[in-house]
């Protein structure tokens, strides 16, 4: 039910139809690939032998990306959901570099070092209302982040991007937390810069993918302190919003009764199902105020102490493509429960504005129409997964159990005990400009001048599906400079779309966006920036080896986080897309009376001085954690002479390595 309601999402299927290039094939557990020949095999094979296709392989990779779902026993279909899409925008993220790039993009991903690798309840799990990993009872107004972004180590990794993290940022590079654990005179090694520092040094880049601009939102959390007043504010993410549902007496208002026939249905019905609830009064309960006192009070910055507070949220922007989650399933301590409260719910028409920020323009849509439902049938304990689906080119609904497919009207949608609602954002602006472009395709087939423009297939994949395309972007096939991306170069004419002059200046003007792409030659600055990433990557590797099988080493070890040597070796063995930035060891150690010791159950390598000097040399950070032969934990901060020294000595070596290959030398 989750899938098909995936598949039944138009701008997500006609990615993968229209731009299966942009899906990568080296990357595992390539859910991208299986969930791409899923889409060809529903949407476009005929003639199967069956009338139905099993998604095998979508399964198989996210048993391998979250090993949670491995076995046949149940599992929640919201969970699904979070780890499908967890899992497809990791693969299909694309780095935006500049700020030309960012212009407007519906939303961004912080790369974080650490995500999760597993499924589990963790500290949110809900001792009141929830899923497998819903919010607390306490805060049941809180909205869910997603945690994580890309890496192969943390927590569960179904949340959101880091709140108000600018790129570079000491928080992204944990240069703060090092500056506080050396000595003085350590923050002027980064004015000796490594080399290659062109390859290694940037800012922490920005990512988006086809799932970020089709379900990510944004909303602004907002706590009062009902004591100095002051209001602290932070935005985040969402993929989803996990609405309670409310009982009678606190929703808004009464449905009016028609008569004793209506009264005395709702009233048996009252008895298997609960009061009835709409969709609105979920919204309503979920954005209210909600009072933060007793144990749960909120610890003011201006008071320095706990205080009674006030905290609301409000939408500052709206997805595409709106995922409700009701929570139905309430879990208090050892038994579990199901919520069956019918909850209304509008085919169209749902307004969203109530709830946005007064920063968002008026004239933005607001306006949501039912594009898929997934219900529950059963109890907590067990039950069956269906979905309801709207397919707009019959302009009808359609039931999917399984194998099974048949078609019903409105009413049975309407009737159904909705577990998840997929809404899909209105445009009747964006229909008229489709219908324009369309009109001029068909006038101007023919091009008529003497140089063709292109726009990329992904965003004209975009205009046709989604409410607000945003400025045109060529970044998935053209780079900074004007060419075509090295890695794009074989599949550049099926990722670009040749337009007459005439759509290409309704568009832009409608829309604006880059300037128009007239050429589609490779980029030989990015292939060069390419080919020295790569002479990079071999030059540590060697020395790493080199080093490594020396056995001339002095007894002392060098310690270094785990998770920092994951990343670089991630990097070098072409598996991550950055390298690590600088070393962050200050989470090994931790300060006693008796002096500093290595902190407990904190996974790291010992290495020798020669590796540690090489790590060092190259990426800078620290601090210096050694483990002497005698005995004891010594913690110094590198000098920095002696940086210049160590990167001076790698310079020459590497230099000498070029000459001895014939090459020609790295730019320092």
Known sequence: SAIQCLSNTPALTRFFLSCPDLVPRDVKPALGQAYGKLMVDLWQSEG???????PTGVLHSIKQAWPAFR???????????????DQLHKELMEPMVGEEEMLGKSS???KRENSGSEVDGGSEESSQYDTADSDSGKEMVRMRKRRKECGVDGDSGLGSSRADQKPGSPA????????????EGDQHQLSHPPPYQDIRHHQARQYRSIITDIFDGALESSVQCLTCNTVSKTQETFQDLSLPIPSGEVREGQKPETGWVSWAWGWLASWFYGPDVSLLDCLAYFFSADELKGDNMYSCDKCKKLRNGLKYSQVTRLPDTLCIHLKRFRHDFAFSSKISTRVSFPLSGLDMSTWLHSSISPTRSSTF??????CHHGTAGGGHYTC????????????YDDSIVREVDRQTVLNSEAYVLF???ESLVMEEARREVDRLNKQHSKVDSLVTSYISTLWLSKFYTLAEPGPIDNSSVICRHGGVLPSRVEAATRLATAVPRQVWSYLHMRFGGEGAVTTMLPCNTCMEEEKAEVRQKEFELKEFKMLHDDKNQNSDRYCLSATWFR????????????PPGPINNKGLIIQRQQGPSLRPNMDHFKFSEDIWALFLALYGGGPEVVLPAEGGVRVTSPRPQTMANLRQRLRVRSLAQREDTGELGLEN
Do not use: I
């Not at 199967?48 to 099993?54: D, L, P, S």
């Not at 599992?75 to 899409?85: G, K, P, S, T, V």
């Open 48 to 54: 199967r032998g069956h009338g139905y296709v099993a």
């Open 71 to 85: 076995g046949f026993q149940q599992h929640d279909a919201q969970e699904f959901l979070r780890c499908c899409m």
């Open 108 to 110: 961004v991903r912080l």
């Open 172 to 183: 992204s590079l944990s240069d703060a937390e090092f500056c506080d654990a050396t000595s």
């Open 369 to 374: 129409s039912l594009s898929g439902v997934v």
């Open 388 to 399: 309801y689906c709207y397919h707009p080119p019959t302009d009808s609904w359609y039931e």
């Open 423 to 425: 809404y899909r954002k």
């Open 567 to 578: 990343d670089w070796e991630a990097w070098v063995c072409n598996k991550a897309r950055e």
